[in-house]
């Protein structure tokens, strides 16, 4: 076992969520070596070329990655892995805050033709598949932007890739959206945490008419335009957003989980070309961390 491969009891948790090893043209490669090889990339960013041989074939690796990046494998296999957590009482639905970073694109991660990639049939094409590729370009270079919704115990729970000049306020119900986390003994998926935090960049009358819609609590800072301009309306105003300071300290949780998830080198710097890709890059480094705890 190398450095930073699956252990036993993470692997036991895994492999269930995993698809069969059956497939056209013979069967795959043994699947621990394959996702063993990899998160080694995820966390070292290496190219795929550079795969030590203990992980078989780079083209085997890679392959692997691209197609179940394509089809949606790794967001169903993190929707799993959420649900058996889940089902332990290992999440915190007691605060969910909303965040974004910014990942700056290595040179590589530009050129990637207009075609749009070619998915399996009798799928249904995942939101991820971007034709702008999630790149955009700053005074920095190109650069990609991850919007994420944490929970308290420091893992994400759902993600969007977008270019990195866009706003966060107006992706924040595209992020909540995308939390779905399934109920293995029946019933309805859970998509709706007892509080959401964030920043001021996600204060607007949009989200906030969003979670009063949803009955969700939310504890978001009011950026002095937007009281001033409240303020000038009158009573057509509407009331003051209220403001639990004791609560908005739990918005480092984001923040390290944040930190946790650009620890692997692949996700901090962005070396995918296809913005589908790079989603299933950074959903692997997810996984990764629901399986540690």
Same mark, same amino acid.
């Given at each position: ?207 906030? %008419? $969003?979670? =009063? +819609?949803?009955?969700?609590?939310? !504890? /978001?800072?009011?950026? #002095?335009?937007? *009281? &001033?301009?409240?303020? @000038? ?13 004791? %609560? $908005?300290? =739990? +918005?480092?949780?984001?923040?390290? !989980? /944040?930190?946790?998830? #650009?620890?692997? *080198? &692949?996700?901090?710097? @962005? ?16 996984? =990764? ?5």
């Amino acid at each position: 076992m190398g450095r930073g491969d699956l252990m036993n009891r993470e692997w036991s948790l895994l492999e269930p969520h995993l698809p069969s090893l059956g497939g056209r043209g013979g069967r795959w490669n043994d699947h621990r070596t394959v996702v063993n090889g990899i998160l080694f990339r995820v966390r070292t960013g290496v190219p795929w070329r550079d795969l030590p041989e203990r992980y078989g074939s780079w083209k085997t690796v890679h392959e692997r990655h691209r197609r179940w990046s394509a089809d949606g494998t790794w967001d169903r296999i993190l929707h799993a892995v959420q649900a058996d957590a889940d089902l332990a009482g290992r999440i915190d639905w007691s605060m969910i805050g909303i965040d974004s970073t910014s990942c700056r694109a290595h040179q590589h991660a530009a050129g990637a033709r207009k075609a749009r990639p070619r998915i399996p049939k009798k799928r249904t094409t995942p939101r991820h598949h971007r034709p702008d590729e999630g790149l955009g370009r700053s005074r920095g270079g190109l650069t990609c932007k991850i919007h994420l919704a944490g929970e308290g115990g420091c893992r994400p729970m759902a993600l969007l890739l977008t270019p990195g000049q866009w706003g966060d306020a107006p992706q924040m119900v595209e992020v909540l959206d995308r939390i779905r986390v399934p109920r293995p003994r029946g019933g309805r998926p859970r998509t709706r945490p007892d509080h959401v935090s964030g920043d001021k960049a996600y204060s607007s009358r949009r989200n906030r %008419r $969003y979670l =009063r +819609r949803r009955h969700i609590r939310h !504890t /978001i800072p009011e950026p #002095k335009d937007q *009281r &001033a301009n409240r303020q @000038r309306r009158g009573s057509s105003g509407g009331r003051p957003a209220g403001f639990d300071r004791d %609560r $908005y300290r =739990r +918005r480092n949780e984001v923040e390290r !989980t /944040i930190n946790r998830l #650009k620890n692997s *080198r &692949a996700v901090a710097t @962005r070396y995918d070309k296809r913005a589908y890709v790079f989603h299933g890059t950074v959903t692997a480094a997810a996984i =990764r961390l629901w399986l540690r705890q």
